[in-house]
């Protein structure tokens, strides 16, 4: 979450707009029928990185708002993950099991720890 705290103090504007694209093209995804199934998932984020990299800034500030926003938007402070924590845990394992980037995947690993996402579900 690197970039996007950078982008934040240094008040660049554009990191909400990075943002709200990010979470409209995630609602996308998840009304596709491939993203019901773990498997097709991560097929499906393999060829959606580079949308999210030249959609959201620069090749790495995609890369972790692809992570950072799929995941987040999944999450609120007064529920956690709530009845999304299925979905959030099979969005965690489809990105490690996709061919995105090793930069996406170990993004996606800080991401979930720092959410306890990978506590949670197995609790």
Known sequence: MHYTVEHLVSGDENIVVYYRRAVEHWKEIWQRPEAKELACL????SSEQLWFEHNCGT???????MVVSGIGMLYTTR????????????????FQQSYCSIEVKGIARDVAVSYNLLEEVAA
């Open 79 to 94: 529920e956690g993950f709530g009845r999304n924590a299925r979905k959030a845990r099979m969005l965690y394992d489809a």
């Open 42 to 45: 991560a097929s499906l984020l």
């Open 59 to 65: 090749r790495w500030d995609g890369q972790e708002i």
